[in-house]
């Protein structure tokens, strides 16, 4: 069953069990989902992969009476297609105590998750398209007021032209500002393009680089608190490869000298201090022809996420579970 987006309220849990909420719009997602969570303790985010990959002990643990001591709700970010079987395996099942909440990204007219969730009358299908500059104007607005901060239209059209139509990210921009003015600092043009224009993604960062580490349980604590959208896919792929090479350059060295201290302290540019312990665990956890394959393997990626630019999140984000998962330093 079709539903806008304004009408996520009159979703009724008690019927309702299935919910596919799909689009770019992160941030109005997220937003919506919270409205439909609000009184629900019992809320768990897995991946897609993580489901996928588990899915016959997913499904007994779903069964299982102790998980239904209260109401449940369990969400599945970056679904797609992938995540029907799943979906066949409960769909006729006893779900009284429990809600399935599909998040996806773009979904094409005729995939096959969007068709069923919009045909069957006991689901509930919303799109989430971008926020025209009309509408961010207003929520940026109104955030202004209640913040008791003066901003002139024209630098507020600024942050909106730099947030991709997603008001999560406008929101985080105008979070920003907020920091910036309790310092009793003023809210100038050029400050603005200054906090809007940080050229280092802390997220993505922290992504790579646990994800060379192989850190599993970072990595899906990362995925699952952040949205990273099409466009950042690129981004990972470069900051992968940057970061790869310097780990091939270290760990050749490390074979050399087998001391990780020496190794880390002969680096060039230096390693900053507060990257020197998951540095290590890269090294100790790639030989120099493992790196080499995984440097190739991102070529390939990147190719790949070109030609298939729809659907870039879930390409990275099954590259970055299959690398975790691989033994690369036997």
């Known amino acids: 069953m079709i539903l806008k987006n304004y009408e996520i309220e ?21 937003q919506s989902i919270k409205i439909l969570t609000k009184n629900y303790n019992e809320i768990s985010v897995y991946d897609e992969k993580e489901v996928l990959d588990n899915t016959e002990n997913f499904l007994e643990s779903l069964y299982s009476k102790s998980l239904f001591q209260e109401k449940k709700i369990i969400i599945i ?90 008001r999560e990210n406008m929101f985080n921009e105008l979070q920003k500002i907020e920091f910036f003015s309790k310092n009793n600092k003023k809210i100038t043009s050029e400050a603005i393009s200054k906090l809007t224009n940080l050229s280092e993604n802390y997220d993505i960062s922290e992504l790579v ?80 022809q493992n790196i080499k394959e995984l440097i190739y393997k991102l070529n390939k990626l990147e190719l790949l996420v070109k030609k298939n630019f729809e659907n870039s999140v879930n390409l990275i984000t099954d590259f970055i579970f299959e690398q975790i998962h691989s033994q690369t330093n036997n």
């Open 77 to 166: 970010k970056r679904a797609s297609d992938k995540i029907l079987k799943f979906i066949d395996g409960l769909k006729d099942k006893d779900l009284s105590d429990l809600n399935i909440i599909i998040n996806s990204g773009i979904l094409e007219k005729k995939s096959k998750l969007r068709v069923l969730f919009e045909k069957d009358k006991s689901f509930a299908c919303i799109a989430f398209y971008p926020d025209n500059e009309q509408t961010l104007f207003k929520l940026a607005n109104d955030f202004l007021k209640k913040k008791k901060l003066s901003i002139s239209s024209s630098n507020i059209n600024i942050i909106i032209s730099k947030c991709n139509g997603d």
């Open 209 to 288: 680089n646990n994800s060379l580490a192989k850190n599993k349980n970072k990595i899906i604590k990362i995925l699952n608190e952040n949205n990273f959208n099409n466009d950042d896919c690129i981004l990972i792929i470069r900051m992968f490869l940057n970061k790869s090479k310097k780990i091939l350059a270290l760990s050749t060295e490390f074979e050399k000298n087998k001391d990780l201290d020496l190794t880390i302290s002969l680096a060039k540019p230096p390693i900053f201090w507060k990257e020197k312990e998951v540095t290590k665990q890269q090294i100790c956890g790639w030989k120099p």
């Open 10 to 30: 009159k979703i009724n849990l008690e019927f309702t069990k299935f919910i596919l909420c799909y689009g770019q719009n992160e941030g109005y997602k997220n």
